[in-house]
């Protein structure tokens, strides 16, 4: 048997059973490539959900977390943290924000972003204005708060209640939005580019149409850039290539390029609501995730990192773009950097499995939209190696269709 064999089989007792899991025990892994514990390589393209945007293991994010282990794990909230002082400025020089909560997950930040949404407006508005439009197929966490915002009822089944006071409409539709502010609206929550929903863009202009109408009704704009900030789509956070800033922003993911953080940014007229007490994580900002963020911040912001994700972003896409032409099953290729999505008219899943097999890791959201995100290091070499294992599949299974 082998060895991955026998860890699977191992798995099966007492491990949550929360994830439909792929044949594949991880080992170890070195920039676009993951190894499993027999020794064979995968091509990495979905490098752990969009977070590890740096590959594995980069090695300047390696030696920040080895300094700082022998320095000092964690220290309490109660006390002041330099390495999360200094993420702190990083992202709010880099941003519209002025201030940013830390807690250690997308969910969780997502929380934070709605927490402070309805204090800022019971103390400046009134306790009844407390509800929040978010959109259908989006996706904002697996706590109580976040299946209740994400548009989507799959993740909702057997959890009811809802936590109240959430509204769904279609993104990209500015009337329908418009039609749902009501009197006890206090924030509108968005992905500027949706992700589990199925890579699905805002139509130009949607976005600088959604902050005139939060200025026009006094509403907080929340961008959930859990998975496309961080350098994802080419800029360091999607809206800054919308031409519109949110109030609110919340980051997780590729912020520490593999560690677990979250970041709530706020600006500063909103971030006095949530005062000493108000909110807290033990866990958020400490020292060793902080100074495995800031590294990786740096490297994004210092190393070539945005530039590498554009430039190998449209590479990626102008060669998906071609297959259209040359297999029937795809239906629509789209996204922004290095978040891509292939659209295809049958279900995805199978695609996935069979690539797993021949050593390449993607991943199929919304059913039916092959998903890339591979680390934004990737170079044309493993793309076109990439190309070679996913033309080779779409081949085999174009000419089975045509038997
Ligand atoms: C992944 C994701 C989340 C949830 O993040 P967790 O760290 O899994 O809690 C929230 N919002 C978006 C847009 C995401 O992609």
Redesign the pocket.
């Known amino acids: 048997m082998s060895k991955s064999q026998a860890w699977i089989d191992r798995g099966i007792s007492h491990v949550a059973k929360t994830y439909g899991r792929y044949p594949l025990v991880a080992d170890c892994g070195k920039g676009s490539w993951l190894l499993d514990i027999d020794g064979k390589q995968y091509l990495d393209f979905l490098a752990g959900?969009?977070v590890n945007n740096l590959g594995h293991c980069h090695p300047k994010v390696v030696r920040a977390i080895q300094e700082q282990a022998g320095k000092l794990l964690h220290c309490s909230n109660f006390y002041h943290i330099p390495q999360q002082i200094e993420l702190a400025e990083l992202l709010c020089e880099h941003s519209f924000g002025d201030r940013v909560f830390f807690c250690?997950?997308?969910?969780?930040?997502?929380e934070a972003a709605i927490k402070l949404a309805r204090k800022y407006s019971a103390e400046n508005h009134n306790p009844e204005r407390n509800e929040v439009i978010t959109a259908k197929a989006?996706?904002?966490?697996?706590?109580l708060a976040?299946i209740s915002a994400t548009g989507q009822d799959k993740v909702k089944e057997g959890f009811a209640p809802m936590l109240p006071g959430f509204t769904h409409v279609p993104f990209g539709d500015i009337e329908e939005l418009r039609a749902a502010v009501g009197p006890n609206t206090c924030a509108i929550m968005l992905?500027p580019v949706?992700?589990?929903g199925g890579v699905n863009l805002p139509p130009a202009g949607y976005l600088q149409e959604v902050r005139e109408l939060c200025d026009l009704n006094q509403l907080l704009l929340i961008f959930?850039?859990?998975?496309?900030g961080c350098g994802r789509t080419g800029s360091l956070f999607a809206y800054q290539q919308e031409g519109v800033e949110p109030d609110i922003m919340?980051l997780?993911?590729a912020l520490a390029g593999g560690p677990?953080i979250?970041a709530m940014i706020s600006r500063e007229q909103h971030a006095v609501a949530l005062g000493p007490g108000t909110h807290g994580s033990t866990f958020g900002g400490n020292p060793l995730m902080a100074a495995a963020a800031l590294a990786t911040m740096k490297v994004y912001l210092e190393d070539g990192v945005l530039e590498n994700c554009i430039a190998m972003g449209n590479y990626l896409y102008g060669k998906l773009k071609e297959w259209q032409e040359k297999y029937d099953f795809i239906v629509d290729v789209r996204g922004r950097g290095l978040m891509l999505g292939m659209e295809l008219n049958i279900e995805g899943g199978g695609f996935v499995i069979t690539a797993l097999e021949r050593g390449l890791l993607i991943n199929c959201t919304a059913g039916k939209v092959l998903r890339f995100v591979p680390p934004l290091t990737v170079n044309q070499e493993e793309i076109d190696q990439m190309l070679e294992i996913l033309g080779g599949i779409f081949t085999d299974y174009q000419e089975k269709q045509n038997d």
């Open positions: 959900v969009a250690n997950s997308g969910a969780e930040a997502n989006s996706f904002h966490g697996r706590t976040g992905e949706q992700g589990e959930d850039e859990v998975q496309v919340t997780a993911k677990p979250g």
